[in-house]
């Protein structure tokens, strides 16, 4: 028996690498678990309802007019309460804007400081090079990546309620739909 | 039998080990999310706006560039793709070279992965020829029992695709490919500017 042990250890080793493969494993419905009863998946802030955001000297005047709507957005109609910081150290967001190329996005957002299921700091990234966007586009996308900071994932198809958590920028909408509230409501 | 013993299992492990691959190399946990260009109705109109689709192999992922500076910047993942067989458009090489950052959020390119991609030439002046999957629904791979999975996208028409074989797909894209010449569907435009 002591002389399986070997190889018994290195089948549970082998077995935990590979069941810890990301590979060819779907991702759960994208929108409906990413916040809300628990917060199960990664697009979560947690440390309260107010988060801090700070704007790098990359983001133009003109982005932060439109980024500053849709934080209004966010906290007029939602739980949130955000409030601008002078120091990337002192926030909870922080926004970068540069000419990243055709890399297919326009705005992305990126957990730089992970603790289970909680992202304690988002950097959140503007594309120049896509573009030119109007000053309600920017809005959409600031409250796109805003909303995905709060843990609002995406949806695949144009909603009835229109919302700038809407897939793709085929569709510029700047506020969040009654679903996304809900969800922000219910877990701020 | 008892030194057997432990050389199977040290091979074991070695096997095991011998199955990582490195990953991109970036300064950021796995969360990444972006708000695409674009978010495709129907496979016609992926294939519409894709410039080159083909079954290809991953033989190499490496750091790529990076692009921005101090916490602005971004670090892609450069991928070597084999050209085993092109479904759509036209390329002279055996293989291509991807860039990757963002759009394959669910599963940044393994050496192996093997499936059917749907590419874009960057043209973004910013460094050699490089391409990217056109956006997070461009890319369904062989789960290795020769049926095809989506793992970035749970959109209705890339879920119905999830299961067909590799010539399947190649059908469905053929069929597309017939109503892009023929000028019935258009590649997607992103409206910026407008609106």
Redo the contacts between chains.
């Keep these: 028996m002591a ?2 042990a ?2 018994a ?3 549970v ?2 077995s935990s ?1 590979v069941v810890s493969i ?6 759960a ?2 929108f409906g678990p990413a916040i809300g009863g628990g917060c199960a998946e ?2 979560c802030y947690n440390e309260n309802n107010h988060p801090r955001i700070w704007y ?1 000297n ?1 983001v133009t005047q003109a982005w932060i007019t439109s980024l500053e709507n849709a934080r209004f957005e966010l906290n007029v109609t939602t739980d949130i309460n955000s409030t601008t910081v002078a120091a ?1 150290d002192n926030s909870d967001w ?1 926004n ?19 603790n289970g299921d909680i ?1 304690r700091h988002w ?1 959140l ?1 503007y594309n120049t ?6 000053s ?2 920017k809005q959409t ?1 600031g409250c ?2 805003f909303g ?1 900071s709060v843990g609002l ?1 995406h949806y ?2 144009h909603q009835t309620n229109p919302s700038c958590m ?5 569709h ?1 909408h700047q506020q969040y739909n009654p679903h996304d509230k809900s969800h922000i409501n219910g877990y701020y | ?2 030194r057997a ?2 050389f ?3 091979l ?2 070695a ?2 080990s011998s ?2 691959t490195s990953h991109p190399s970036t ?3 796995s ?9 495709f109705s129907s496979l016609p109109e992926m294939v519409a706006t894709s410039d080159l689709v083909i079954e290809g192999t991953v033989k190499s992922v490496e750091p790529g560039r990076v ?3 101090g ?2 910047a ?1 670090q892609f993942g450069q991928v070597t793709l084999s050209v085993n067989r092109v479904l759509f458009g036209k390329t002279e090489f055996s293989s291509v070279v991807l860039e990757e ?3 394959e959020s ?2 940044p390119s ?1 050496v192996g ?1 093997h499936g059917v991609y749907f590419l ?1 030439q ?3 002046g ?2 050699p020829q490089f391409f ?4 997070s629904q461009g890319r369904f ?1 062989d ?2 029992d020769s049926k095809l ?8 028409w890339v879920k119905l695709i999830e299961g067909m074989s590799l010539s399947e797909l190649q059908a469905e894209v053929d069929v597309a490919a017939t109503a892009v010449r023929q000028g019935r569907v258009e590649p ?1 435009k ?6």
């Design positions: 002389r399986r070997p190889i250890l290195a089948l080793f082998v690498f990301p590979a060819i494993t779907a991702q419905n994208p990664d697009w790098a990359s990337h922080s970068y804007l540069a000419n990243y190329g055709n890399t297919g996005w326009a705005g992305i957002t990126n957990c730089m400081d992970r992202c950097h990234r090079y896509q573009g030119p966007f109007t309600l586009q996308i796109h990546e995905h994932f695949g198809t809407e897939e793709g920028i085929m510029f | 039998m008892e013993t432990w199977a299992a040290i074991l492990l096997v095991a199955c990582t300064n950021e946990s969360s990444v999310i972006p708000m695409q260009l674009f978010y692009v921005g500076e916490d602005a971004i950052f963002g759009l669910g599963h393994q992965d874009t960057k043209n973004d910013q460094g990217r999957i056109v956006n791979l789960d290795g999975i989506a793992i970035d996208d749970q959109s209705v997607a992103p409206n910026f500017g407008q609106g």
